[in-house]
């Protein structure tokens, strides 16, 4: 399985982004898709996940009311919407799918950029 990221790029404070993530390949199964972000030396840490049979979601508080995840029709995309974006949002922005037997797939990540 692949997951391919878009989206990612440069923005003001107090702006949008869209992140776009599509998975690919057979038989993997997804349970769970998400997004985490990473900056230098530090952990990479969750930003917000849904569940693919009910669309339930979670979000870190630091997000909570600025950002949407919402996944495709098709169940095997996940896409992040950003907005009243904060310097502090800057970081490699990966995508994550966990399939029902637990097998974890990771994107290549994007980078977002905020500029105060």
């Known amino acids: 399985a692949q997951l391919v990221e878009s989206g990612g790029g440069l923005v003001q404070a107090g702006g949008s982004l869209r992140l776009s993530c599509a998975a690919s390949?057979?038989?993997?199964?997804?349970?769970?898709m998400g997004w985490y972000r990473q900056t230098p030396g530090k952990q990479r840490e969750l930003v917000a996940t849904i569940i693919s049979t009910d669309g339930s979601t979670n979000y870190a508080d630091s997000v909570k009311g600025r950002f949407t995840i919402s996944r495709g029709d098709a169940k095997n995309s996940v896409y992040l919407q950003m907005n009243s974006l904060k310097p502090e949002d800057t970081a490699v922005y990966y995508c994550n799918a966990l399939s029902y037997w637990s097998d974890e797939y990771w994107g290549q990540g994007t980078q977002v950029t905020v500029s105060s």
């Open positions: 390949g057979s038989g993997f199964g997804i349970r769970v």
